[in-house]
């Protein structure tokens, strides 16, 4: 009887011994999975940051126009882009969204008559890479720290520091579009419109 005791003993600490290995071979191949999981998920992840910003990078740098409106039914004009990280990063974040830009003043500012300023909203960040400028020509886009885009529609002598943006065919249509922008009804302002598509 005894010998049947110990031997059913036995069979229960061999069971109990085998279940307890078997627990932990899973427990170690479990966390072994979770581990490669969040390796593969931190890799793909990785991969996908990398290649938004190489399309971003090939997306900003492959644009080298924007269509710009003077009023809202205004004609289309195309703004040729400079080459440079100031005109990029506009181009980037007009491509992401149309943008509605209001004048800053347009009756009341000295040089008024050959220039326009136009705000950008504050939550965009554009690269500043200003040089002192004294002549410009008509059709001329400039961005003016902080947050302005500044167009000479006229050519002038006006000293300021600036980053070229682009530049506009200088025609007669165009110079009669910047003029005769209208005041948009409810706004009691002019805008423009910079979008990426025409």
Known sequence: MKKKIRFCMMNILVIALLA???????????????ADDTEQAQDTESSQQNRDA???EENSS???????????DGETFVLHLDDNDTAAAIANYVGTTTWQLPIYHYDDFEDWEVMQY?????????????????SEQGGTVYYSDPNRLVL???????SGDYTLVGTFDYTEEFVTAVEENPVLEGWGNKIIIVSANE
């Not at 307890?20 to 979770?34: D, K, P």
């Not at 136009?118 to 004294?134: F, G, H, L, V």
């Not at 000479?152 to 006006?158: G, I, N, P, S």
């Open 118 to 134: 136009y705000d950008i909203p504050s939550r965009y960040e554009i690269p500043d890479n200003a040089e002192s400028i004294t």
């Open 62 to 72: 492959a644009v080298t126009e924007l269509y710009v409106q003077f009023g809202a």
């Open 20 to 34: 307890s290995l078997v627990g932990c071979g899973s427990e170690s191949s479990s966390s072994q999975n979770t």
């Open 54 to 56: 190489e399309e971003t």
């Open 152 to 158: 000479f529609y006229q050519d002038a002598e006006v």
